[in-house]
């Protein structure tokens, strides 16, 4: 990935404090473009670049519109991929809004409902293994769980383009590659809203991943066109090894809130 010059090396003193989830190089790339975009030419004050990248996380937050209209957004998304996949995701490659809009409108709504619909299943449905019974999550711990869950997943999808770019040696920039990955995990995402439904929520979860790994194929074979220097099964392939990574790491950071009280487990 073509690198963006800052106005000097110390903007990197700093940031590093930063959850490393989120990249220093996705920190430098968003400053650089908050200051082009301001046409405020930095002098390469580290706390000045700092604040830039921490206003631009406030960005992050959506508001009630932005959630409503993320879900709504999420869905007309998963119908287009239904009718047109090729076609969906070759239009989400060419989007170009930056990552904390991304995120705000679209990737955060779809993940809280998805933290949302795996809270009410473990705390208050519960959860049940053959031949052994069933149990519910302490209700503040699953609170917590879940929607720390849902935070790192958004961060997860964020992160990965960044892997892909280096590796890969991609042209197209960070706001391009995170439009189609959030496309294509769309189905998945949308799919485990459905949890609560018991067995037929894991069918349809079944199926909403392998339909999403369909749409991640179509993707990869996009980004090949877009990019002469990899083929559909290199970013394929690499893009299930990075979110093998990725994940791993996010439930090493998950490990210590997974709730533990299974002082009602088994439940006839």
Known sequence: MPQIAVASGQNHVKLTRLHFLVGAELMDQNISSTNEQSGNNSSGNPSDNNSAFMEQLKLCIPSVSDFTSGVSAGLTTLMSLFKDTRGTVANSAAESAAWSTQIRTYLLPLTLVMGFAAFVKGSFIGHTLPFLGS???????????????????????????????????????????????????????????????????????????LFGLY???????????????????????FTILGGILIGVVSMVLLSPLVPTDFSNFPRP
């Open 135 to 209: 149990w519910t999550e302490p209700i503040v711990a699953g609170f917590i769980f879940h929607a720390m869950t849902a935070i790192i997943s958004v961060i997860a999808i964020s992160v990965l383009p960044l892997f892909l770019i280096k590796v890969l040696t991609l042209t197209d920039g960070h706001s391009n590659v995170l439009s189609l990955l959030k496309t294509t995990s769309t189905p998945s995402l949308i799919a485990s809203w459905f949890v609560v439904l018991g067995g037929l929520g894991t069918f349809i979860g079944i199926a909403g991943g």
């Open 215 to 237: 749409c991640l194929w179509q993707g990869s074979a996009v980004m090949s066109e877009r990019n002469s220097n990899t083929s559909a099964l290199k970013f394929f392939a």
